[in-house]
């Protein structure tokens, strides 16, 4: 960094850092067990969520400059939250770590390359969901066309890193472009109304993972409830506000605000943790927004996980069965941390018959995903990663199942880097669950 920047940055941290926030960290460690780059380190003390807010707090203090080193510890955390719950002192860990890192990328000096793609991805694709679509169409054309078996089989695959080239094999197959754009807009019940929701479908969710999202209207019409959808809603913003992007990201909270308070709904459903920890947080992201903050306060109030959703609903009583088979499930961060949805998923996968469930040593522990971290910091993720698989297969499980688009990725690139995709596959709990209801009540 030169010599302004990090004049600017450290006048920034100054004026604009929780410091009441950094000051609750007692500095008693029990965050360090939880931190996954804390472990994977060699046990260093910058990579954990204790030192780094004392790094935060020595900027503020003048202590030490925004160095390099600073924004490096920074950017190599997951901000998988795991030290909120288990801190004495309830810290806002993840407010903390969005605030310092909006600072440093506000007034850090970027390449040229570097600034280019944080344009396109932040401000020129997330927040247009028609680019969305078109882009992904695009991996679609590369699936269906035979370019896929031609780039495999010619080797061009080999000058992409081997996380790239691991993914390429595990993205799901995406629908083609007609069916992107054809999305409801309004469901009625399959069963007698017990709730009237409304469903945040996001962005990648509405487009790679769409059939998971259609399995999740599904089952919350099998549950009894009316779902509006919103045609006007976009991106969460999780993506801006965990990567220094924080005016784009209340950008696109005041848009899904608006879009979703005229729907006078009873829930807002989500079935992305880590959208889901971002959408209940929009009180907090928009608290100095004197026009905004009720509205947000309101808005947060009726975030829920689809679990959670489907528990209240008594679904976990219906008829659910499939094949004897052993499964597990790996936690997604943000639903935990974030949403503090934690036995619901456990306790309808146990609902169903068939199923043996082994828990998942440190289940709760990062996989490895959070957003883009596996592409930008591949190294650290792969070791994180490696640690999850090798707890995944002492269950002796056969089903994988998380809660959060990342997560399953992340698990289907453990599965296909360990060579297991014959005997172990991942899923998403929501399909995990209509598949088990479709198959005991014999319906498509």
């Given amino acids: 960094m030169k010599?302004?920047?990090?004049?600017?940055?450290?006048?920034?941290?100054?004026?604009?850092?929780?410091?009441?926030?950094?000051?609750?960290?007692?500095?008693?460690?029990?965050?360090?067990?939880?931190c996954p780059t804390y472990i994977e380190s060699g046990m260093d003390e910058a990579h954990s969520p204790r030192g780094r807010i004392a790094m935060m707090k020595a900027v503020v203090d003048g202590d030490i400059e925004p160095n390099d080193d600073v924004k490096r510890s920074l950017d190599l955390c997951l901000g998988c939250r795991a030290c909120e719950p288990v801190c004495p002192s309830g810290v806002k860990y993840g407010h903390l770590l969005e605030?310092?890192?909006?600072?440093?990328?506000?007034?850090?000096?970027?390449?040229?390359?570097?600034?280019?793609?944080?344009?396109?991805?932040?401000?020129?694709?997330?927040?247009k969901q028609n680019r969305i679509i078109n882009a992904t169409s695009l991996l679609g054309f590369y699936q269906r066309s035979g370019l896929q078996k031609i780039a495999r089989k010619s080797g061009i695959m080999n000058f992409f890193p081997d996380t790239l080239k691991s993914m390429e094999k595990v993205l799901p197959t995406v629908p083609k472009k007609k069916q992107l754009k054809s999305r409801p807009t309004h469901l009625l019940p399959l069963q007698n109304q017990k709730k009237k929701v409304a469903f945040f479908s996001g962005c990648l969710m509405d487009t790679i993972f769409m059939s998971t999202n259609d399995a999740t209207m599904k089952l919350l019409r099998y549950a009894g409830c009316e779902i509006?959808?919103?045609?006007?809603?976009?991106?969460?913003?999780a993506l801006h506000g965990h990567s220094g992007e924080r005016n784009k990201a209340k950008e696109l909270a005041k848009k899904n605000i608006l879009a979703f308070e005229k729907a006078q709904v009873d829930y807002i459903i989500t079935n992305a943790g880590g959208c889901g920890a971002f959408l209940v947080d929009y009180d907090y992201l928009l608290k100095d927004d004197p026009e905004w903050k009720e509205r947000a306060t309101e808005f947060s109030s009726k975030?829920?996980?689809i679990t959670s959703v489907l528990l209240e609903l008594d679904f976990h009583k219906e008829r659910l069965s499939l094949p004897d088979q052993i499964v597990t499930y790996q936690d997604s961060c943000h639903l935990k941390n974030g949403q503090k949805t934690f036995m619901e998923p456990?306790?309808?996968?146990?609902?169903?018959?068939?199923?043996?469930?082994?828990?998942?040593?440190?289940a709760s522990r990062c996989c490895g995903s959070a957003g883009i971290y596996n592409i930008v910091e591949s190294e650290m993720s792969m070791r994180i990663?490696?640690?999850?698989?090798?707890q995944t297969k002492k269950t002796n499980a056969?089903?994988?199942?998380?809660?959060?688009?990342?997560?399953?990725l992340q698990m289907?690139?453990?599965?296909?880097?360990?060579?297991?995709?014959?005997?172990?596959?991942a899923v998403h709990i929501v399909d995990l669950l209509l598949e088990a209801y479709e198959t005991s009540n014999h319906t498509q």
């Avoid at 056969?398 to 399953?408: F, H, I």
Wanted: some cysteine.
């Fill in 228 to 237: 509006v959808i919103p045609n006007t809603q976009n991106c969460c913003g």
């Fill in 3 to 34: 010599t302004k920047e990090k004049e600017r940055i450290a006048l920034e941290f100054k004026e604009k850092m929780d410091y009441d926030e950094l000051l609750n960290c007692m500095r008693c460690g029990f965050c360090l067990p939880s």
């Fill in 412 to 425: 289907n690139l453990g599965i296909e880097r360990e060579g297991l995709t014959r005997s172990i596959r």
């Fill in 398 to 408: 056969k089903t994988v199942v998380t809660a959060n688009p990342g997560c399953l």
């Fill in 346 to 362: 456990r306790k309808l996968l146990q609902s169903i018959q068939g199923v043996t469930y082994v828990e998942m040593e440190d």
């Fill in 385 to 390: 990663l490696d640690s999850k698989m090798e």
């Fill in 99 to 127: 605030q310092s890192r909006d600072i440093i990328y506000q007034n850090n000096k970027q390449s040229l390359p570097v600034k280019a793609v944080r344009s396109m991805v932040f401000h020129n694709l997330f927040p």
């Fill in 303 to 305: 975030i829920k996980d």
